[in-house]
């Protein structure tokens, strides 16, 4: 038994708020909720958090976890440690790997790691082409079979229309959707930035917004052809959120995620050539910042992702040209994310909990993301004053390519408890 004493609870998904205790059985489970809860057990643990917010375990959907084949960039275990100690407790990992997940083995294979790793939820996004070419569709209801929560092909877009289209078809029996990486390969070319007045001062190949738009633009389309549930992964222009919003509008099963560097961060800081600012969709100017902003308000947009992309240091010590897109994200995008939208009044912290639990838990039909008698005991505690300054070189993961490096920033993970037993205490994994 665990009993957390005292502690204010945020629980946007079923409107629970103020200050009370949580109960936690010995099978991972909510027992209780509610005002002076004890308990005659004699070994029970409790936790007094009076004066920290609780809130349910938090939900990564896009995570690249890079097991099998890249562990020098990351593997299962630093990458779920580096949850962890983020305050996630589930998360979603990409399928592009050596094998990349295509088959029902590979699923299997990651699940089975993580499962011993023993330190939260991690479910498997399944490739929808195999080997992610965009030629012939994967294996996907064997890995349906296996438990994914989705497919995608992501760090691109599937090319060609009709295999899409069969795609999206296909997976409309399994009721999953599909997480779109939407960039045209033919309008990205090489560009490694966004296309705009700051890639024209610097001299750096661009990649125009409309990229990313005429392929959400497209795979809207194909889902009002075929009635499936096509998920905007990492959007990040004004135009594709009107396109969402229009689809959103029309009833279409279209969801979406933004990422926290989308909604912090522009593309001035390409400026100073950090290959840590090197990201795909690119970062963009304020005003496709400003719109993102825009739809998290008015719930347009329905979770924040980080796409913790890591690299090892020597791939990003190269050119802005030749480094790899992607930047980590798990160990920093709460605190970012309070600093920059809580802090400053832009969304209230029950909002932004939102987009973090019950959100993204929605989109992929997870049992996660609330705070319910009966629900399992995933459990992140905050204490949203503590400020500290960001340091990757003390991060879990083994990427190091952090663009937030130096930031002051407020809000602090105290507790992460998933199933019931703390899996981090203090930024230290147990
Ligand atoms: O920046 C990115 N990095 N964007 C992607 O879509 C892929 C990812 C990666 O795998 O490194
Ligand atoms: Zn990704």
Redesign the pocket.
């Known amino acids: 038994m665990m009993l957390l004493k005292g502690g204010d609870i945020i629980d946007p998904s079923g409107g629970l708020s103020g200050v009370a205790d949580i109960l936690i059985n010995e099978e991972g489970f909510i027992e209780n909720i509610g005002q002076d809860i004890e308990t005659d057990e004699e070994d029970a643990l409790i936790i007094d958090v009076s004066g920290l917010k609780v809130m349910p375990g938090l939900v990564d959907m896009h995570v ?1 976890l890079r097991e099998p084949g890249y562990e020098y960039k990351e593997n299962i275990d630093t990458g779920l440690k580096a949850a962890a100690a983020g305050g996630f407790t589930t998360i979603v990992c ?1 399928p ?1 790997t050596s094998p990349v997940v295509d088959t029902r083995s590979t699923v299997r294979f990651i699940k089975e790691r993580a499962g011993a790793a023993g330190l939260g939820n991690l479910y498997v996004a399944g490739a929808a082409s195999k080997g992610l070419e965009g030629r012939d569709m994967a294996e996907i209801g064997d890995m349906v079979a296996e438990g994914i929560v989705a497919v995608t092909d ?2 691109k877009s599937i090319a060609d229309a009709s295999l899409m289209r069969r795609v999206l078809e296909y997976i409309k029996m399994f009721d999953i959707p599909f997480m779109v ?1 939407a960039e045209s390969p033919e309008l990205a070319g090489a560009g490694v930035m966004h296309e705009g007045l700051v890639a024209t001062t610097i001299g750096m190949p661009g990649i125009p917004a409309q990229a990313e738009s005429v392929i959400v633009a497209r795979d809207i389309e194909l889902a009002e052809l075929t009635g499936s549930r096509v998920h905007i992964t990492h959007l990040s222009t004004e135009s594709s959120l009107d396109y969402v919003r229009r689809a959103k509008a029309k009833g279409l099963k279209v969801t979406c995620d933004v990422t926290p560097h989308h909604l912090t961060m522009t593309d001035d800081a390409v400026m100073g050539f950090d290959t840590n600012t090197k ?2 969709p690119p970062l963009r100017p304020q005003r496709h910042v400003d719109a993102v902003i825009k739809g998290l308000q008015e719930g347009v947009i329905d979770a924040i992702a980080s ?1 913790h ?1 890591p ?1 090892a240091v020597h791939e990003k010590e190269s050119s802005y040209i030749e480094a ?3 930047m980590i994200g798990l160990e920093t995008s709460l605190a970012v994310l309070i600093t920059r939208l809580v802090r400053t009044g832009i969304l209230t912290l029950e909002q932004l909990v939102a987009k973090l639990t019950i959100g993204p838990a929605d989109v992929l039909g997870l049992d996660a993301g609330r705070l319910e008698v009966g629900a399992p005991a995933d459990i992140t505690v905050v204490d949203p004053d503590v400020m500290w300054t960001i340091d990757p070189n003390i991060f879990y993961s083994l990427g190091r390519n952090c663009p937030y490096a130096g930031w002051e920033v407020g809000g602090k993970v105290k507790y992460t408890i998933a199933g019931g037993k703390i899996i981090a205490k203090n930024g230290v994994v147990e």
């Open positions: 690249h990409m592009n992501d760090g990486h990201v795909n796409d992309a690299h790899p897109f992607g």
